[in-house]
């Protein structure tokens, strides 16, 4: 995963499939994640712009849905990332919204 915000610093990390957190990365200055392996969760936060956040969801592999809209680390279940552990992720969709 390689993101770059036009305004601000995106900060994110991905959880592999099984393994863990990776560390955060900035912007387009790495990429989150490692070839080959699959990814089962998201984090981001976006870092200076005031009045702007970042939302984000993913879709598991194999499914036509979306799992819910996360903002920075929160979401409707409290976890803070985008995903389930153990249900590998095929889509990621990112906005930044005015807050």
Partial sequence: LIAKPTKGNL???VHLLGKGWLPFVRNDEDHAGVRGKALDAVQMR???VEGYEVQ???SPT???GWYGWCTGFNDA???GYAGV???PID???IKIVKT
């Fill in 11 to 13: 900060e994110y990390r």
């Fill in 46 to 48: 976006l870092v200076g």
């Fill in 56 to 58: 984000y969801r993913v």
């Fill in 62 to 64: 194999a499914n036509n």
């Fill in 77 to 79: 279940t409290g976890d």
């Fill in 85 to 87: 552990f153990g249900k």
């Fill in 91 to 93: 889509c990621i969709q």
